[in-house]
């Protein structure tokens, strides 16, 4: 039974995902934990992908998922399990990847509880949906969520509607486009003219690292 899952494998799903295998191009690591990982596709896509991956520990808050999941890849590094955000802790790992991180209202603390040096490959919303417990409108909501506990190094901003993407650059052009500051910073030589396409609802796309403060 997929439960549906197969829609988180296609459309602007399959193009967020393809963004963020392409972030981890060139980066090092050996084992990933997945937390929340509902189709299993990043999982897939990036078994398939990195022959150096040795362990790959995946889960997800429903046992139909887990069951999904567990049908979908046959690869003896690839793990299924249980594992509930409210009140559990993940396994350490080189490489966490959690794209639904805005389910639990611990957010925060799950980042602490890594390894200092563990790498985070993260899907972060703008906007408010069922079962969003948390959302992040501006990069400045996700500095003062993380920037204490996360060295970024790579920022992506994935249009939801058109299934767009633009880097942290263009979407700041964006952003002073709505607020009437465009034109000010244009004149200033900050930029130059031609920016990307206005939106509503966006995905932050982040990788970084856990870094060696706010530790719990």
Known sequence: MSGGFHKFSSGNFAVRNDILVEMLEGIKFGSIVEVAGAEADL???LLKKYDFIVKYDWSDMVEEAKE???NRIEDLRFEATIL????ESPPKADLFICTALE???RYIEIIE???PGTLVLLSLPSFDSIGHRVYFPQFTDIINSYGKRLDFIKVQ???NAQGLRIGFIEFVKIFLKRVGLL????KMG????GCGRESVNYKWLILAKRNHLCQL
């Open 68 to 70: 999904y999941a567990h």
């Open 43 to 45: 999982a897939e896509r």
């Open 103 to 105: 389910h639990t209202l």
């Open 190 to 193: 900050v930029f130059k003219r």
């Open 183 to 186: 034109d000010g910073f244009r």
């Open 84 to 87: 509930d955000l409210d009140t």
């Open 157 to 159: 901003v994935f249009i």
């Open 113 to 115: 509880e890594l390894n």
